[in-house]
């Protein structure tokens, strides 16, 4: 009788033993390796758009305004985009609707619940410390530390929910706290305030 333990590798073999009286050996083909997707290109261009321009004139960026200074101050090829291109349902005849398109699709802006962008919302040190902060992290330029004065901020106690992103840009030499060591997280951001800011952050893009 043959042992049961034959049968099942027998069994395992399967047609090639029973049609050609052999053993199938070399490697076995596994499946086909994915096709990578290619990442559409959103097309913009390197200068600032007639709204901002000149940028001494914005004394309170939107975050529309925010995407397309991202988008003209910084080198893009240090970011990897998303292969998809974002759904973004308040963007309709924006001025600024391939350059919010193009900084979502890298990364280094955020989309709102329901797949708003809200692209006139003005935005606050706060929300520029955030941004900032998370294009340090993908960059890969979180490392970089700046000692800070204890007990500074002295407008942001440590379980304020922009703690760590405001501590993260100082640290980096990114933005700064005032003569009496506030950063005031809900001050409005000029234009000029912003370019200085992302500035900084090419600095150190450039020199990692």
């Given at each position: ?12 073999l399967g047609a ?69 291109i974002p759904i ?121």
């Amino acid at each position: 009788m043959i042992d049961r333990v034959v049968l099942r590798y027998l069994a395992g073999l399967g047609a090639a033993v029973i049609l050609f009286g052999c053993v199938p050996h070399g490697p076995v083909s596994g499946p086909a390796a994915p096709v990578p997707v290619p990442v559409p290109e959103i097309p913009i261009q390197k200068k600032l758009p007639e709204e901002m321009t000149p940028l001494s004139k914005v004394q309170v960026l939107t975050r529309g305004g925010l995407a397309a200074l991202l988008m003209n101050e910084l080198p893009t090829d240090r970011f990897h985009a998303s292969p998809e291109i974002p759904i973004i349902v308040d963007l309709e005849d924006h001025w600024a609707r391939k350059e919010i398109l193009k900084t979502v699709q890298l990364g280094l802006m955020p989309v709102f619940r329901n797949h708003r962008f809200l692209p006139d919302q003005p935005v606050s040190r706060g929300d520029m410390a955030q941004v900032l902060s998370g294009i340090l992290k993908k960059g890969g330029i979180a490392e970089v530390r700046r000692p800070i004065p204890p007990g500074r901020p002295a407008d942001l106690p440590k379980d304020h929910l922009s703690y760590g992103t405001v501590r993260r840009v100082l640290e980096a030499g990114v933005m700064d706290l005032d003569a009496d060591g506030r950063f005031s997280v809900n001050q409005s951001v000029s234009g000029m305030e912003a370019s200085e800011y992302i500035k900084e952050i090419k600095k150190l893009l450039l020199t990692r």
